[in-house]
């Protein structure tokens, strides 16, 4: 079956430090990969995404690409802020022409602290 | 535009009682979702519905029932609640249908369960 595995955290950071998150995945044909991210006493809301191989996802300057060859979807960005203290979490939905009905299979997250 | 919502906020039960999880959704959504969040463990599917009238089992559906009650509603109901289940459940919606795996999925703000 599908699984998500990502670093072990937590990772602490001070402000304007470069972060890189390590997301590999396990799943058959092709699938879509996400990063969501989770604040304080918060749901989760999705940061970026990327559906086929060699695309890139970006927002609010985090990065990922979907490196098929190396199934893997790292997230980075170049200079944390303390706003960016939450939990993240890789995750990944089935292939095209499948039946997963979009259910998604989580990494175990990943709690970032970044100090002033 | 709520998007998700859920009821209750907190809920703490004794081993035994009975509960229900509400979750609503104002997107106009075909699929809805219950997860539940434990500790270094991500978030885990408990089960599924791709549209009105059907649901499905997850990861994790022992001890769990869930309703599609209409498009908008999908419940969670314990029947008998046991520590194990003391856990944060999230409730999630996406526009995905069967072969969905570039949706994204919102999330609500979670219900936080105890189990004395």
């Known amino acids: 079956g599908n699984s998500v595995t990502q670093m072990e955290g937590p990772v602490t950071l001070s402000e304007e430090a470069f972060l890189t998150i390590n997301c590999t995945y396990t799943?058959?044909?092709?699938?879509?990969l996400f990063w969501y991210v989770q604040y304080p006493g918060e749901g989760l809301q999705l940061l970026l995404k990327?559906?086929?191989?060699?695309d890139k996802g970006s927002n609010k300057g985090f990065e990922a690409t979907y490196r098929k060859e190396t199934t893997s979807f790292h997230l980075e960005k170049g200079s944390v802020q303390v706003s960016d203290s939450a939990v993240y979490f890789c995750a990944l939905s089935g292939s095209a022409g499948g039946t997963s009905y979009g259910k998604l299979t989580f990494g175990q997250g990943t709690i970032l602290t970044v100090h002033p | 535009n709520a998007g998700v919502t859920q009821t209750p906020k907190f809920q703490v039960l004794k081993t035994g009682q009975s509960m229900t999880l509400q979750c609503a959704q104002d997107m106009n959504h075909n699929s809805m979702y219950w997860y539940r969040q434990d500790p270094g463990m991500g978030l885990r599917l408990i089960y599924y519905s791709a549209s009105e009238g059907t649901t499905d089992k997850g990861e994790v559906p022992n001890g769990y029932n869930v309703s599609r009650l209409n498009k908008r509603e999908f419940s969670l109901r314990l029947e008998s609640a046991a520590p194990s289940q003391t856990s944060v459940y999230f409730c999630?919606?996406?526009?995905?249908?069967?072969?969905?795996?570039?949706?994204?999925?919102?999330f609500g703000p979670g219900t936080r369960l105890t189990v004395l």
């Open positions: 999630a919606s996406s526009e995905a249908t069967v072969a969905g795996g570039g949706n994204e999925q919102f």
């Open positions: 799943a058959t044909g092709y699938p879509s």
């Open positions: 990327a559906t086929k191989a060699d």
